[in-house]
């Protein structure tokens, strides 16, 4: 199902409410990997979401992702495709698989032995992309699920899966500053469940899923973030993307849809509810494959 929220006149209004000019928010084409759930399935537990007595709808899994997949393309974004494979249920979640900013990758390397397997089968599919410079990581680390490009720098978390160490493998990797972020409160394992990127400076959080120290800097990093509720963040309704006006997110974040649509965005709301049974959502389900932010930023 999707429900789209179309923005109308409300950042004309928030604008003036704070004395600026309205500057329409313009999307921008993205590309994306995704991978099927046609092996989905809960059969262990790795994460407090995981209940192996729940069984899981694997069709309507498929019908929610395909809603998904034609969604984002409906959108305008490119989405390409990698093969999931017998007996890796968790492969749907490709933000897992790595991070690509550019031409160059660093896929996976999982915490839990369940998903190890995951982290080859998308190194497999990267190799054959033609990066200039692929590498698998020699630290945990989880992928997009812990690791946020915003703007020329990646926040990152620690806590449940990637190490600190992995942090610093990924800024010497790319380039690029990382700021360590710690993730405290188990249901948000990954930083892609507690924080969505929104432009190249902005974010929308959930602050109690973070430790004190980690609250004050992103505090300081980004005074105007969107702070989601408690229902928004039970529902995963930070585990969204989006493309710098769209945003496709939880059809039942309803208090982040609404806040969402008040500072000009659109929201396009999606239901994912048999994949949340696995603890994932729409960005768990979306590895973005990133523009170097330093060209784009040359080239402007």
């Avoid at 809603?67 to 390409?80: A, I, M, P």
């Avoid at 930083?191 to 980690?214: H, K, Q, W």
Wanted: hydrophobic share 40%; glycine share 8%; net charge negative.
């Amino acid at each position: 199902m999707i429900r789209a929220y179309p923005s109308g006149d409300t950042l004309t209004s928030v604008a003036t409410l704070h004395n600026e000019p309205a500057i329409p928010r313009q999307p921008s084409p993205r590309r994306f990997v995704m991978c099927r759930p046609d092996h989905f399935d809960v059969f262990y537990s790795i994460n407090p979401w995981m209940d192996p007595t729940d069984p899981v709808d694997r069709a309507r899994a498929l019908d929610q992702w395909e809603t998904l997949r034609s969604t984002f393309e409906r959108y305008g974004h490119q989405v390409d495709l990698v093969p999931g494979e017998p007996g890796l249920p968790d492969m749907v979640f490709a933000a897992n698989s790595g991070l690509i900013v550019g031409d160059r990758a660093l896929s996976a390397r999982f915490t839990h032995p369940e998903r190890a397997a995951e982290g080859p089968a998308y190194h497999r599919w990267f190799a054959e992309r033609g990066l200039t410079e692929l590498v698998g990581a020699q630290e945990v680390n989880e992928g997009e699920g812990d690791f946020l490009l915003v703007g020329e720098r990646i926040l990152a978390a620690t806590g449940f899966r990637s190490s600190v160490a992995a942090h610093r493998e990924v800024e010497r990797f790319f380039d690029l500053p990382v700021v360590s972020l710690e993730l405290v409160d188990p249901r948000f394992y990954h930083l892609d469940t507690a924080m969505m990127a929104l432009d190249d400076e902005n974010i929308a959080y959930f602050p109690p899923a973070f430790s004190a120290a980690s609250r004050t800097a992103l505090a300081e990093l980004y005074p105007n973030a969107i702070v989601a509720t408690d229902a928004d963040a039970v529902v995963l309704g930070l585990n969204g993307v989006c493309d710098g006006l769209n945003v496709f997110v939880s059809d039942r974040a309803v208090d982040l849809i609404e806040t969402l649509r008040g500072h000009g965005y659109n929201p396009v709301g999606l239901d994912l509810s048999e994949l949340l049974k696995a603890g994932g959502g729409v960005k768990c389900c979306t590895l973005e494959i990133h523009d170097d932010p330093r060209i784009a930023e040359n080239a402007a």
